[in-house]
């Protein structure tokens, strides 16, 4: 088995190395975003390659705890398992990945893009070969959310020989997860074939405790449980053309007892594992199918194309606690002032409103990629276009049911709503893009000028209220980047372009809302070396008509442009082992990762109130959730057989809304327990492994090693904390 050292490959920075072996068969390479670390020194723009072997390994299954060593990168941690990422890229909107174009496989794999950005689905990346992640100019060939950036997921790759692989570990909360695939690549008399057979588990208890209330004892169901099979298949014919025609079908299934509802400030300080006997009923439910369709060709050696069809559908009922009637009136005025806050704990009268947020989601696109090397004198191009063609809707179907509480909170009766009466609405997006870029490289320097043109036409039928409207865009986002070689092993690079991110059909039409634009700009260094590897850049991103989504606001009903802002930020990370060019079996890299930002809204907000996180900022205030320092560092030490690896991260405190106040109490927009300061944080995770053979390998780890707990979101409805100290142990296998 390959060692690990048990760093993250962070190409852009860190960079230790590729771990690839030589096909047994050789076939036709896929098409990816960056497609390694080795190719993050070419890039034009800011990326970076995370091997999925080092996350693995640590047993690290959030997303967000494995973005937070890229810098640029910002998290909102909501249910401390990332089974809902909340991820901003340079200061866009990090809500349910909004303003981030989530792909895998290159293929958009949010539930709606365009209809719905709020993305309730993420691909899983604890079953991943690999995550790329793409900033500024490097990114301008993927939509259509350009002003964020561009986040693949990479799944597991067919393998070149038969191969069987399991990894399984079991931890604290009762935390069970299992990776297992089988697959091989084989040489027919019509060609080769290689098939992939996988299947994905995780599942836990959860760390919340629900109070008893309400005549209902406690219960510690605040886990989930996911199970996700996939199949992928690939045939190249035995022909004078090299092709490759290949199929993937994917199956989700989500169960989680995940609640909206957080707690007051003094209650998740006393007890973060605490939650109300209210949110006792609180489930979410959710299906979702993947499927693709590609095909390869490459006529020469210099020119080759892609074709892609594909096909998703999600579904999904957040069943949940949406509001009270009695005290506040509001969860959000309960929590804050505790007027109310006994009908969340069912121990007095009242009524909890309880909403079947079910709706149905489903996309379907075609789309085409070619590029064409070719010189002119001294100057060489590297051509690449394509076109898409997209479709997705989203149909939402929601009642309520109102549960009523007596004298001492237990529940008397039940009056179920008409279904759809609280949202019976269907949204349609049809999108049509276009990009070129032509990669033009002289000596030393590459520069890519590029442009991407989307055309949008959307519709939205609101049936209880008998209206309907349509609006339609036409964006156009230029960019160019550049890249300079100073000598083999390190480059200067660049860039300046126009981001896009467009509002759902119904924001569009009923309520005007604008697309949102951005300007970027970025500048930077990068190095790599057997020993050290180091990155440096710095960004300026310019918006406007910044778009707060629905998601952000909470319980309005549409998105809205509330202004402009500014993000200046600076990047950094440096990777070295000073053993690494020693020859020797001792190892001790070690890296460091930073980003220092200054996020500021630069026109008064005088709209919103209530639920809306952005009313009450002025010019100057700082954005909600976007902190002025992330650092990420660790160390390892491996030896032989056995590898023990140290990590840490850092989050500077930060803003819940942008009125920037310290405490609900000093909230005067109505925001209520969305107001306050999100604690800064400094954890620490240990990891081991002991390669028992060349195909087995022991796993263990803690998490959150000191345990340390503070509030890492407000949203969507109060403090909500991180996780506790958590450990796991099991083995990899592989033969």
Known sequence: MTKNIGIFSLTSALAVGVLAAQDAIETLATVDVIGSSENVLGLTGSGAFIEAEDYQRKGITNVQQILRKVPGVYIREEDGFGNFPNISLRGGDGTRNEKVTVMEDGILTAPAAYSAPSAYYSPRAARMSGIEVLKGSSQIKYGPHTTGGVINFLSTEIPSEETFY????????????????????????TGTFGYLLELFHHSSGGFRDIDAGGGLSSSNNTGFKLTEPMVKLFWEPDSALRQRFEFKYGYQDFNSDESYIGLTEEDVRNNPNRRYSATRFDNMASEHHRSYLKYRVEPSENLNFEFAAYYNQFSRNW???????????????????????????????????????????????????GDYSFASGNVEHLLQFGARYHRDDVRRFQNDEQINLGATGGVTDRVVGAPGSQGNRYQQTDALAFWVEDEISVGNLTVSPGVRYEHLDQSFNDFNKDQSGT????????????????????????????GMSTPGPRSAAKSGVLEEESMGYELGYRYQSPKVSYDFAAFFTDFD?????????GAVENAKNIGEAEVFGLEAQVSYDPLGESGGELSLPMYVSATWTDATLTSTITEGGGDDIFAGATDGSLMPYMPEWQLAAGVALAKGSWSLALDATFVSDAFGTAQNVDSPSQDTTGAGARAGKIDELLLFDLTGTYDINENVTLLAGVNNLFDERGITSRLARGPRANIGRNAFLGFEAKF
């Not at 806050?341 to 075609?366: E, H, K, V």
């Not at 230029?478 to 372009?497: K, M, R, T």
């Open 471 to 498: 609006s339609s865009f036409d964006l156009v986002s230029p960019g160019v980047g550049f890249n300079y070689e100073l000598d083999g092993s390190a480059v200067a690079y660049g860039g300046v372009y126009r």
């Open 545 to 553: 008509n910044l778009i707060a989504t629905d998601a952000g606001l």
């Open 319 to 369: 069943a949940k606690v949406d509001d009270i009637v009695g005290g506040a009136n509001s969860v959000r005025g309960a929590l804050a002032t505790g007027n109310g806050l006994d009908i969340l704990q069912m121990t007095g009268p009242g009524s909890l409103i309880f909403r079947n947020n079910n709706r149905d989601y489903s996309s379907y696109g075609y789309q085409f990629q």
């Open 166 to 189: 399991t990894r399984n570990t079991y931890g604290t909360y009762n935390t069970l997860l299992s990776h297992n695939y089988y697959g091989d690549t084989v040489r027919t008399a």
